[in-house]
Nanobody, 127 residues
């Protein structure tokens, strides 16, 4: 069974940048779509970004467009999230997710579409 694990979270100031990484084991991102979601205390899980198995389709949540960039390195079995111009409202537990790229299954913004989830990495942005 595939496992994914996030790293790179931390405490930063507003305006700073941070890069999150998600490494897969027991499976390959080369045949999985990758996604990032986040959840702040008392709020529902929110879609952040998604990338298709071959990186030809990338989607972003409205609140991060223009500031965050998702990328995929299949050789390193890794999906990254580059976060720039961070705001206090970006504070949340960030989760990596993977969706097996079977026929007809595209990258989506719906959490329930993803098959595998990490434990999350905390990002805290101070004002």
């Amino acid at each position: 069974q595939m496992h994914v694990a996030e790293s790179g979270g931390g405490l930063v100031q507003a305006g700073d940048s941070l890069t999150l990484s998600c490494v897969a084991s027991g499976g390959f991102f080369g045949n999985h779509h990758g996604g990032w979601f986040r959840q702040a205390p008392g709020k529902e899980r929110e879609f952040v970004a998604g990338i298709s198995w071959n990186s030809d389709r990338i989607i972003y949540g409205d609140s991060v467009k223009g500031r965050f960039t998702i990328s995929k390195d299949n050789a390193k079995n890794t999906v990254r999230l580059q976060m720039n111009s961070l705001k206090p409202e970006d504070t949340a537990l960030y989760y990596c997710a993977a969706r097996e790229a079977l026929a007809g299954r595209v990258v989506t913004s719906t959490a329930s579409d993803y098959d595998y989830w990490g434990q999350g990495t905390q990002v805290t942005v101070s004002s």
